[in-house]
């Protein structure tokens, strides 16, 4: 029998490109409304109850609003919106995050799919602080640069269309200098560290791909761990995680689009063991590891699948 599944938001960018993996998948049933259908409330509330799992790709508040409609108690859910990532009833899915976490989302009724940049700092940040390597009061600063996919359908919009309103030609800008970014308290709730991080978003033009760095001065903290240990505690928190591996921090260059078009996370720490500096990076694609193929392999999870189905390694 297959798993029948619902993505409301199936139109947007994160929905295709989730639709797209659960493609040809003899074990999967994809509910798929109409267009004149997605705007009738009947039908789209129907969609939702019918479905064995829903996935949500809409904005936060009609994702609420989405989860009020689901009376059905045997539909499973699947948030890709920033609206329940902190929600103290629902499970956080990030699977390879702590030990345990991938057990929780194969049981639980309720997942949040993790936001692109905090995947990124999370894979680095938390397994050091579980470590103890990392204080967990010591405040951190992550700097990210995503492909303009990142922002939607009308950031797409602003760098690919010279009509849109927002067009730009610009090669690199940076955004959320107001220093309350939505992705914040995520970082700060699932790193499990005291202070907020300063976080430097930026954007490139680029369609896909993303970079996100911590740098970290291990001459300041108590413990003084070498650059040695804190990719051994990396590659120790992630031995047994296909889709995450850790690489030498030997390169002379890391690019933007090293993970683009694939649902891996890669990390590496870099240093200077005179100075007692080390910069830790990610690479990932914004929208696999950081969106579509975190949803779907949260999706294998519950269904009790294997969790790298349909996913790109």
């Given amino acids: 029998m297959s798993v029948r599944v619902f993505i409301d938001g199936a139109v947007g960018t994160t929905g295709l490109e989730i639709r797209e993996r659960l493609e040809g998948r003899s074990e999967l049933e994809q509910i798929i409304l109409a ?72 049981e639980a009724s309720r997942v949040s799919n993790p936001g692109c940049y905090p995947t990124g700092f999370l894979a680095l940040v938390r397994p050091l602080v579980r470590a103890g390597l990392v204080p967990h009061d010591h405040p951190l600063s992550v700097n990210a640069i995503s492909g303009y996919s990142g922002g939607g359908k009308s950031m797409i919009a602003d760098f690919e269309d010279a009509q849109a309103p927002g067009h730009t030609e610009t090669a690199f800008r940076t955004y959320g200098l107001g220093l309350a970014h939505k992705h914040v308290p995520e970082m700060q709730k699932h790193a499990r560290i005291e202070h907020p991080p300063i976080f430097l978003p930026a954007v490139a033009r680029t369609y896909r791909g993303m970079i996100v760095e911590v740098p970290l001065p291990l001459h300041v903290f108590t413990r003084r761990p070498s650059i040695e240990a804190l990719e051994n505690a990396l590659r120790e928190a992630y031995k047994d995680c296909p889709l995450i591996r850790v690489l030498p921090g030997d390169a002379a260059t890391v690019t933007l689009e090293e993970d683009a078009g694939t649902d891996r996370l890669s990390l590496r720490v870099f240093g200077n063991a005179e100075t007692g500096q080390a910069r830790m990076v990610a690479t990932l694609d914004n929208l696999g590891k950081g969106a579509a193929g975190a949803a779907v392999q949260n999706l294998n999870i519950m269904a009790g699948l294997d969790p790298t189905a349909g996913l790109v390694l």
């Fill in 35 to 106: 267009d004149a259908d997605r705007k009738d409330p009947k039908k789209r509330e129907d969609a939702l109850n019918s479905a064995d799992f829903v996935i949500l790709c809409l904005p936060d508040d009609a994702a609420r609003e989405a989860v009020e409609m689901i009376r059905n108690d045997r539909v499973r859910v699947i948030d890709a919106s920033t609206a329940h990532r902190v929600a103290p009833d629902w499970v956080y899915g990030f699977a390879e995050l702590e030990p345990g976490q991938m057990a929780a989302i194969a």
